[in-house]
């Protein structure tokens, strides 16, 4: 029986969880520097990928602290913390 495996999507303009690696590799045309990697749960992926997006976006990029299943949050879509 195959488990459940969680993709962290990241890049240098998004970052997100995805539940498929057919998801995650669809999202790739939408993310500049796409770059993925798969965890056995939810919230190993999405910390990996939070931590990806603080070092890969700008500092004054408000990171967001959960991301949803399947929905890539892009750099410009978050706000400037100095807003």
Request: contains cysteine; positive net charge; glycine residues 4%.
């Amino acid at each position: 029986m195959s488990r459940q495996k969680y993709y962290a999507v990241y890049g240098d303009n998004a970052v997100g969880v995805c539940t498929s690696y057919t998801i995650a590799y669809k999202k790739r045309v939408y993310i500049k520097g796409f770059r993925c990697k798969g965890f056995d749960n939810y919230e190993e992926a999405e910390d990996y990928a939070l931590e990806q997006a603080s070092e890969l976006f700008p500092y004054y990029k408000h990171i967001p602290e959960k991301l949803k299943s399947n929905y890539i949050v892009y750099a410009n879509q978050m706000p400037d913390v100095f807003a």
